[in-house]
């Protein structure tokens, strides 16, 4: 897959959407505060996986390189299972080693790989089926649904 150009969110927000569903790990990584003289704004996003940085950028240097590598901690450390999202303030100068003088502070977001999918049954595809399905399809499951009226299913 292509690297998407800057600011382009609808390649960042595909990639989220992919790794979601298949199921792979990542951290989604958001720089939610940034003080002072720092290589990016708040805002920034990333995604990392167990392989490195994946897409998006909090910065470069030397504050992505301390990002990456305590999102790859995270996943390490969820062993398969979730751990729980995480707030990590830093000095660019003190923390970081970096020449800016400001701060920033990152949002890691934990996503462990997932294994094989839910199996849900729904009898009936009427209108609380068709509500109840808004709410499982960005679920890792599989959804059968039967209903002996085909004109229903085919509004599903």
């Known amino acids: 897959m292509p690297e998407p150009t800057p600011g382009d969110a609808s390649s960042f927000y595909q990639r989220l959407a992919t790794l979601e569903s298949t199921g792979e790990a990542f951290v989604l990584i958001v720089l939610v505060e940034a003080v002072g003289s720092t290589p990016q704004d708040t805002g920034a996003k990333m995604i990392v996986t167990p392989a490195g940085l994946h897409t998006g950028t909090v910065g470069g240097g030397r504050v992505e390189a ?64 068709q509500a109840l399905l808004r709410v499982l399809i960005p679920l890792p499951c599989s959804v059968t649904v039967y209903d002996s009226r085909p004109e229903w299913l085919a509004r599903l």
Request: glycine share 14%.
């Open 66 to 129: 301390k990002a990456i590598a305590l999102a790859q901690e995270l996943l390490a450390a969820g062993n398969g299972q979730s751990t729980p999202p995480r707030f990590a303030s830093w000095t660019l100068k003190g923390d970081v080693g970096m020449t800016c003088g400001g701060a920033v502070k990152l949002y890691f977001e934990p996503h462990p790989a997932r294994g094989e999918l839910w199996p849900i049954v729904i009898f009936g595809a009427g209108h609380i089926s």
